[in-house]
């Protein structure tokens, strides 16, 4: 299974940016959730957003609800729209991969498949 990982980006205070993760190499995606983390410098890896499989259930991080909107494409790629950005979302951004999950709860430690990192630097 890889995880692609693309969209990241520098942008001003109030800019938007997407992120998208194209998944490969899945077979059984029934229970799979995707999502993203994020670290900043200095700081712990934090949940953004998380979708099931379907697409149909959504879950939001504190710092992205009402500002970030995840969804996904019928061809295995999952987005993360950012809108309202501030400095404060300055971050590496790591798409995941839980094979068996829930989206109402999608620990760090139970990921099963990580995407290489991809930057988001928002200037003030």
């Known amino acids: 299974v890889q995880l692609q990982a693309s969209g990241g980006g520098l942008v001003q205070t109030g800019g938007s940016l997407t992120l998208s993760c194209k998944a490969s190499?899945?077979?059984?995606?029934?229970?799979?959730?995707t999502g993203w983390f994020r670290r900043a410098p200095g700081k712990k890896r934090e949940f953004v957003a998380a979708?099931?499989?379907?697409?149909?259930?959504t879950n939001y991080g504190d710092s992205a609800q009402g500002r970030f909107t995840i969804s996904r494409d019928i061809d295995n790629t999952m987005n993360l729209q950012m809108n309202s950005l501030e400095p404060d979302d300055t971050a590496v951004y790591f798409c995941?991969?839980?094979?068996?999950?829930?989206?109402?709860?999608?620990?760090?430690?139970?990921?099963?498949?990580w995407g290489e990192g991809t930057q988001v630097t928002v200037s003030s």
């Open positions: 995941a991969l839980e094979r068996d999950g829930l989206v109402a709860t999608f620990p760090f430690n139970d990921i099963d498949y």
């Open positions: 190499g899945l077979t059984d995606t029934t229970s799979s959730v």
């Open positions: 979708i099931s499989w379907s697409g149909h259930a």
